[in-house]
C-alpha cells in the first residue's frame, strides 16, 4: 500500500496564478483532510471530508477550494496563489467509522511558494 | 473554540537527557488525544493515543503521556532521550464524535549527541 500521496511535491507559483494539489488515499478511507504547516503554527486545517460527497471548512479556508472526487481523491485548489499561500500542504486521511481515536495518516507534503 | 498549547516551542537536550513537552486543551467534554511525531525529512506519523480507560499511555520508542482530565493536560515524557529522537511533535486533540482534529504548534526537539 502506498497510504496517502501527493503531487507536486513542490511548486513556485506567481501571485494570481491558479493551481490544483492532489491527494489520494489506497486505505479505503472515509475521511481525508488538508491541513497547512507554517513554521510556529503548527498545522491548520483547511477543509475536510468527512465521507465521500461531503466537504466542510476547517480554520483557515479562505483562498481555497476542495473536490472530493471520489473515496480515494480529494483535491485542493488555489484559484488566485497569494504570498500569504506559501506553506507546506498536507493531505490526511482516517478511516471514519464510530471511533474518533482514529489515526490520521498523512502524505509526504507539498512546498509551495507564491511569488 | 477548542485550542490546544503547547509551552515549548523549542527544546535542546543532551542524550540520556529526561523530556517532558506540555501539551493543554481547551474543551470542556470528552477528548481524544494524540501525540504525532515529523522525522526530518519524513511524514507525520502517530507516537501516541488516549481514547479512554488508563489515563497512562505509552507509544512507540520508549515515549508514554499521561492524561490529567482535571488540568486538561496530556504530556509528553521520555526518561531518556537520544539522538534520534530529534524531530518536531505535535500534540492534537478530537472531540468524541467529531471530525476535525485540532494541532497545537509544536515543539521542535534537538537532541544534542
Known amino acids: 500500500n502506498a497510504g496517502v500521496t501527493q503531487t507536486p511535491k513542490f511548486q513556485v507559483l506567481k501571485t494570481g496564478q491558479s493551481m490544483t494539489l492532489q491527494c489520494a488515499q489506497d486505505?479505503?478511507?472515509?475521511?481525508m483532510y488538508w491541513y497547512r504547516q507554517d513554521p510556529g503554527m503548527g498545522l491548520r486545517l483547511i477543509y475536510y471530508?468527512?465521507?465521500?460527497?461531503?466537504?466542510d471548512k476547517g480554520e483557515v479556508p479562505n483562498g481555497y477550494n476542495v473536490s472530493r472526487l471520489n473515496k480515494r481523491e480529494f483535491s485542493l485548489r488555489l484559484e488566485s496563489a497569494a504570498p500569504s499561500q506559501t506553506s507546506v500542504y498536507f493531505c490526511?486521511?482516517?478511516?471514519?467509522?464510530?471511533?474518533?481515536?482514529?489515526?490520521?495518516?498523512f502524505g509526504p507534503g507539498t512546498r509551495l511558494l507564491v511569488l | 473554540a477548542q485550542s490546544v498549547s503547547q509551552h515549548n516551542h523549542h527544546v535542546i537536550l543532551s542524550e540520556a537527557a529526561s523530556l517532558e513537552l506540555g501539551c493543554n486543551y481547551s474543551?470542556?467534554?470528552?477528548?481524544?488525544l494524540f501525540w504525532y511525531v515529523q522525522y526530518p525529512g519524513q511524514h507525520l506519523q502517530l507516537l501516541l493515543k488516549y481514547f479512554s480507560g488508563d489515563p497512562l499511555v505509552k507509544g512507540i520508542k520508549g515515549f508514554e503521556a499521561e492524561f490529567i482530565k482535571s488540568k486538561f493536560s496530556f504530556n509528553l515524557r521520555k526518561p531518556s532521550v537520544q539522538w534520534s529522537d530529534t524531530a518536531e511533535y505535535f500534540c492534537?486533540?478530537?472531540?468524541?464524535?467529531?471530525?476535525?482534529?485540532?494541532f497545537g504548534a509544536g515543539t521542535r526537539l534537538f537532541v544534542k549527541a
Open positions: 486505505m479505503n478511507h472515509n475521511s
Open positions: 474543551y470542556g467534554g470528552t477528548v481524544n
Open positions: 471530508s468527512a465521507s465521500e460527497g461531503t466537504t
Open positions: 490526511a486521511s482516517r478511516e471514519g467509522g464510530t471511533y474518533t481515536w482514529e489515526t490520521q495518516y
Open positions: 492534537a486533540v478530537i472531540t468524541t464524535g467529531g471530525f476535525k482534529t485540532i
